[in-house]
């Protein structure tokens, strides 16, 4: 008796182990990603896109046998597009949920905020849209997919410069990092090559009324405005309109927003703005099949940030899958990572984590999106 006793132990013993064994094997069969995305608040449309491109890129890398038989989950922080928020958010993914890598976040300031926790942590920060060039040096483990204002501030102020033929322009900006950031190059690039910033006013995120800082502007009567903002350009532009200006409107990326082009109608015609590579109409394989994709799991088009978002997930997988599941081999591999071919362009790191990809100008014609320049 005591013998079967002993032998039923000693099964359930080597039961239990094995079930142990088992499920430590299934818990280390999850590669953990963080993303911290303005998923609620006036920055939540931005967010949404991002999200949508993660998680179809994860999908896609899942269905295929994840990496190296590992598969991929994005544990979700939402940011509210606040420097707080994202600060909160880092802190619970790196202490709670020990990720050695995190995609975020997408303004400037809350990437600003959050990237000397990161470094102090050495854990991987990769944003796929913050532009201000102070996170050129924000740290060893910060990276982006997204072009330094220094860039898109200075490809606007040359283009305005020699092929518009513009002399004086005023600057009309959102006073945060991101608005800071690419106003300040393009008056250093404009000024350089011989222009006059004629005046410069700011406002501050979700203003409603521009009417002082335009009648400001009207008075110095420039050639073009430079407007950087988000949302707030629907009521500019219509105020712009309504007080009579007839300056040649210049813009950033953040005017390709098809609803405040629904929202301003013939106020937006004729401006002028500097986007990504990103194209989706482009006959790439790897784009068309990107779009199409997404196309069908949303219904709608991928914007650019949703092409950066998809980027930002497959080079990180690759980062994982090259040198493996730490941050240290995450960051030496992407130092490493050399002409990607991404459905936002061509990406390779400097040795600052930066990107620098083609910038195009377009323009609003007829109410659509028109390409004038590679």
Do not use: H
């Not at 994005?74 to 949920?97: C, N, W």
């Not at 008075?219 to 009521?235: F, L, R, S, T, W």
């Not at 050399?338 to 377009?362: A, Q």
Request: charged share 25%; with cysteine; hydrophobic share 40%.
């Amino acid at each position: 008796m005591k013998k079967s006793i002993i032998i039923v132990l000693a099964g359930l013993m080597i039961l239990t182990f094995f079930i142990f064994i088992n499920s430590c094997a299934k818990k280390e069969k999850v590669i953990k990603i963080g993303a911290i995305l303005p998923l609620t608040g006036g920055a939540a449309k931005y967010g949404e896109s991002a999200k949508r491109a993660i998680d179809l890129a994860v999908e896609e890398i899942n269905s295929t046998g994840g990496i190296k038989g590992s598969k991929i989950k994005v544990i979700y922080e939402d940011d509210q597009a606040l420097p707080d928020k994202g600060v909160s958010a880092i802190q619970k993914l790196i202490t709670v949920d020990k990720v050695p890598v995190v995609i975020g976040a997408m303004p400037s300031s809350v990437t600003l905020a959050m990237a000397p926790i990161a470094e102090k942590n050495k854990v991987v920060l990769f944003s796929p849209a913050s532009s201000n060039p102070k996170i050129t040096e924000a740290g060893d483990y910060i990276f982006r997919n997204d072009v330094s204002d220094i860039f898109e501030g200075g490809k606007m102020a040359d283009e305005a410069w020699r092929r518009l033929k513009f002399r004086k322009i005023a600057v009309l900006y959102i006073n945060n990092d991101y608005g800071a950031g690419i106003k300040d190059a393009f008056v250093y690039s404009f000024t350089i090559l011989g222009g006059e910033i004629v005046v410069t006013e700011n406002f501050e995120q979700g203003t409603t009324d521009f009417r002082t800082q335009l009648t400001k502007i009207k008075q110095d009567d420039p050639e073009a405005v430079y407007i950087v903002g988000y949302k707030e350009q629907i009521q500019i532009l219509k105020q712009f309109r309504e007080l009579g200006l007839k300056s040649q409107i210049l813009a950033t990326i953040m005017l390709e927003d098809p609803e405040i082009i629904q929202k301003v109608g013939d106020s937006a015609e004729g401006a002028i703005y500097t986007y990504r590579a990103y194209d989706p109409n482009s006959e790439q394989k790897e784009i068309k099949e990107f779009v199409e994709n997404f196309k069908v799991k949303y219904g709608i088009e991928p914007d650019n940030w949703a092409a950066q978002c998809y980027d930002a997930l497959n080079i990180i997988a690759l980062a994982i899958k090259d040198s493996g599941y730490n941050s240290d081999s995450i960051k030496k591999a992407l130092y490493g990572i050399k002409n990607f071919p991404g459905v936002s362009g061509l990406t390779t790191f400097d040795e600052n984590g930066d990107v620098i990809k083609p910038i195009k100008l377009k323009t609003v014609k007829n109410g659509k999106f028109v390409i004038i320049s590679e």
